[in-house]
């Protein structure tokens, strides 16, 4: 539920967010997994930093089954991705396994 404005309000200067295919995004609008903050600063080139959401394995900035498939993909060794893994490990141990799923199975059922 974490908004984009409340990343910005902690950076000086320029900056906006971007979604996935890069397009900005309203102040008000959820973050999602992989939604970059682009910060303009006084270096010669902008700092880019990746959002990671606990949960939101798809990228989607909700958590719902669409999660669970990207997990179940993760666990099979059928996606990679090292950003969405860290989105798997709900229970902070390091690694994506059958607790994390139990964790996001259980999240989303209530």
Known sequence: GTTAGEILGMFDGEC???DLC???IAAGAALGTGY???INSAQDSPLFLTIVVSGDINGDAKINGM???RIKKYLNNMET???YSLCG???GDGYVNDADLSILVSFIGN
């Open 22 to 24: 890069g397009n900005k």
């Open 67 to 69: 999660d669970l498939i």
């Open 89 to 91: 490990d709900m229970n």
């Open 36 to 38: 970059k903050v682009k």
């Open 16 to 18: 906006f967010v971007t």
């Open 81 to 83: 991705d090292s950003v």
